[in-house]
Structures are given as structure tokens and as C-alpha cells.
């Protein structure tokens, strides 16, 4: 397993859509620590293998991130 990362929240914002972006930051304005190290490995696990998502998650996932 490796360490443990805090992304910075710019760098979170990179990977999502721009207007999920814009909507969580008009909704929330800051991510939370658990988010800040949990969204970009989420992704990432996901865009390796997918199969292991639900149909409507992967709809979703395709809406939310970027590739």
C-alpha cells in the first residue's frame, strides 16, 4: 500500500469536469481533509478498472471526470 497523499485543492479540481468543479466549489467553497486524499485515488483506481463499477456509476464517473 502506499503512502498516504494530500492533494492540494487546485490539483483536485484539475481532474474534475469544470462545471462539477464549479458547482462543489459554489456549494462547498473547500474540500475536506478525508476528500483531499480520497477523490484523486478514487479516480484513479476506477480508470484502471472499471469493470468493477455498476452501470449508472460508471455513467456517472464518465460525467464527473475528467479522462
Do not use: C
Not at 26 to 46: G, L, N, S
Amino acid at each position: 500500500m502506499k503512502p498516504a497523499h494530500e492533494y492540494k485543492e487546485n490539483e483536485l479540481y484539475e481532474k474534475l469536469e469544470p462545471y462539477i468543479g464549479a458547482w462543489f466549489r459554489a456549494k462547498y467553497r473547500h474540500f475536506t481533509p478525508p476528500q483531499k486524499y480520497a477523490i484523486v485515488e478514487i479516480i484513479d483506481k476506477y480508470q484502471k478498472r472499471p469493470r468493477y463499477m455498476k452501470k449508472k456509476d460508471k455513467i456517472y464517473f464518465r460525467l464527473a471526470f475528467k479522462r
